[in-house]
């Protein structure tokens, strides 16, 4: 049977897990915020994906508020689209069961993501490391959404969410799950770490000075540029196999200004490694620098946040109550 044809619906969101970075904005929620113009958009706070590795409470607790205020100060606006906890909607652990029970091991053992951060100790990771894709793939399908932007880096855990709302729907002989589209959308999808120019920034890198956070002041953003990894070569060029950091680097630079990679080489190629850390400085300082104080003023407000996420949660119950119910009478479960 042929699959339905993707609606206009949008589903994504970050891990609460602290420190999110410009690699977070400029791959995903810069983009999130594009999107708000013409389609229906549920941004989530993905707090059950944050406990597939131990956290602490109350750290949790701030980190899913922080990070609400990191939307709304993005551009996110919460009078269109729905901010939620995903936690709060209980419908994503259900239905992350009941896609469990339709996907083959052999797919999941594919995933590279739970080999990198598993490492050497998979005996002691949690299942829920293991099976996290699957949890991803209820969050997108519980919306039935049509487009799911992400950085390079969720590309293979949204091939598995098609694959396995493409065998539900054979198992079943239905239509039910729309199969998402991935939006990797921009120049900046891979973001790389300040420090070594091959690795992804990220949020859980132990050196601070790898990302600029979305809560570091100008001279914080500073001291983090001069500190870069920079080469020996002169004047700058953009070759990401002999010049990963310059190509990283550049590669923001031409983002945060909106040009492309070319316009920024022009104005940037006869400069030396640290003239042109002072110019990437200024317009990452111009950019961030806004949203870093409405973060802080919105932290400040934790009641405000509060109200914001349970009218988001009221908006994404209200539709994945349906799929959910829906869903049951589709596998044969009795509606009591
Ligand atoms: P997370 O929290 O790791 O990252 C959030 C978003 O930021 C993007 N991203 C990057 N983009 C460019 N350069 C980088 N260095 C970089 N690092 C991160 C990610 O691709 C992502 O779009 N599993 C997801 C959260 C999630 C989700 C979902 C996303 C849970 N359920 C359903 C979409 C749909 C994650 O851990 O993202």
Request: some cysteine; proline content about 5%.
């Amino acid at each position: 049977m042929p699959s339905p044809a993707a609606n206009n619906r949008i589903l994504s969101g970050v891990q609460p897990t602290g420190n999110l970075h410009l690699g977070n904005y400029l791959g995903a929620i810069r983009n999130w915020v594009k999107l708000q113009q013409n389609h229906e958009c549920f941004y989530m706070l993905a707090d059950l994906h944050a406990i597939t590795v131990p956290q602490d409470p109350a750290l949790l607790r701030a980190n899913v508020r922080e990070t609400a205020a990191a939307y709304i100060a993005c551009g996110i606006d919460p009078k269109h689209s729905a901010i939620f906890p995903q936690s709060s909607v209980s419908g994503h652990s259900e239905l992350a069961w009941i896609l469990s029970c339709h996907t083959p091991l052999g797919w999941l053992n594919r995933m590279t993501q739970f080999k990198e951060k598993a490492g050497k100790q998979k005996d002691n990771a949690a299942l829920g490391l293991y099976s996290y894709p699957v949890l991803m793939a209820a969050d997108i399908l519980l919306y039935k959404a049509g487009f799911v932007p992400v950085g390079e880096d969720q590309k293979q855990h949204l091939e598995l969410c098609r694959d396995i709302a493409g065998a539900f729907n054979r198992q079943y002989q239905t239509e039910f799950f729309p199969i998402p589209e991935p939006l990797i959308l921009g120049e900046a999808t891979r973001v790389m770490s300040l420090r070594d120019g091959t690795k992804k920034m990220s949020k859980s890198d132990e050196s601070d000075y790898s990302r600029i956070n979305l809560t570091d002041d100008a001279d914080t953003i500073a001291l983090k540029f001069r500190k870069a990894k920079s080469d020996m070569v002169e004047g700058m060029s953009y070759d990401e196999t002999a010049r990963p950091e310059a190509a990283n680097l550049l590669n923001i630079y031409a983002v945060l200004k909106n040009i492309t990679r070319e316009q920024a080489l022009a104005e940037c190629a006869d400069k030396n490694f640290s003239a042109f850390k002072q110019m990437l400085t200024e317009v990452a300082v111009e950019t961030l620098s806004p949203i870093t104080r409405t973060m802080r003023e919105l932290i400040a407000s934790p009641d405000y946040i509060d109200e914001m996420l349970a009218n988001g949660v009221e908006r994404a119950k209200a539709v994945a109550d349906v799929t959910m119910r829906e869903l049951k009478n589709v596998i044969g479960f009795l509606d009591i």
